[in-house]
T-cell receptor, first 114, second 118 residues
Framework: AQTVTQSQPEMSVQEAETVTLSCTYDTSESDYYLFWYKQPPSRQMILVIR??????QNATENRFSVNFQKAAKSFSLKISDSQLGDAAMYFCAYRGTSGSRLTFGEGTQLTVNP | GAVVSQHPSWVICKSGTSVKIECRSL??????MFWYRQFPKQSLMLMATSNEGSKATYEQGVEKDKFLINHASLTLSTLTVTSAHPEDSSFYICSARPPGGSKDTEAFFGQGTRLTVV
């Protein structure tokens, strides 16, 4: 079974600085999809960024980028120029190629300090 | 992006009563929807997979007679918490993924329902 691990329950960053959230996963599949979701205080789940395993190039979405290391089964999220609105719980998630089931990590609570 | 709407956003019920939560895909047809439960400061735990026109698939440890799931149409799945007790108080979230899109199409989530059983 696939597992997703986020080893940082809490992280904090100063506004305008950069922070990296860690995620590792375990799978026996060769192709799969990885996602970072953000859950602000409203608790609405919002997609931040996605990565397909067979694509070697790291995904980037504006201030958000990932460092995808397939051999190490690592999928970290870097937030540049952090903003107060980035404060939220961040979840790393895995989806295999069959079906739509997501497996979530434990989450990292990000605080952005002004 | 696609829209998934969940209703109600919050509900308070008395112990022993039943509560129904609706999850609708507003602009796509969803043959499969997912129901999650989330405790404060914890991750989303999959409870069951709702399949249109057939029985739901429950995760290990989830009581199917307590959490009744009905997926009678391609745009609506319901979760009924039967004979609710205080320990059922939690945040329930549904999600669905539009079919036919690219393989990396993400899942979309409802707004969640905060259930409090008193």
């Amino acid at each position: 079974a696939q597992t997703v691990t986020q080893s940082q329950p809490e992280m904090s960053v100063q506004e305008a600085e950069t922070v990296t959230l860690s995620c590792t996963y375990d799978t026996s599949e060769s192709d799969y999809y990885l996602f970072w979701y953000k859950q602000p205080p409203s608790r609405q789940m919002i997609l931040v960024i996605r990565q397909e395993a067979y694509k070697q190039q790291n995904a980037t979405e504006n201030r958000f980028s990932v460092n995808f290391q397939k051999a190490a089964k690592s999928f970290s999220l870097k937030i540049s120029d952090s903003q107060l609105g980035d404060a939220a719980m961040y979840f790393c998630a895995y989806r295999g190629t069959s079906g739509s089931r997501l497996t979530f990590g434990e989450g990292t609570q990000l605080t952005v300090n002004p | 992006g696609a829209v998934v709407s969940q209703h109600p956003s919050w509900v308070i019920c008395k112990s022993g009563t039943s509560v129904k939560i609706e999850c609708r895909s507003l602009d796509f047809q969803a043959t499969t929807m997912f129901w999650y439960r989330q405790f404060p400061k914890q991750s989303l735990m999959l409870m069951a997979t709702s399949n249109e026109g057939s029985k739901a698939t429950y995760e290990q440890g989830v009581e199917k007679d307590k959490f009744l799931i009905n997926h009678a149409s391609l745009t609506l799945s319901t979760l009924t918490v039967t004979s609710a007790h205080p320990e059922d108080s939690s945040f329930y979230i549904c999600s669905a993924r539009p079919p036919g899109g690219s393989k990396d199409t993400e899942a979309f989530f409802g707004q969640g329902t905060r259930l409090t059983v008193v």
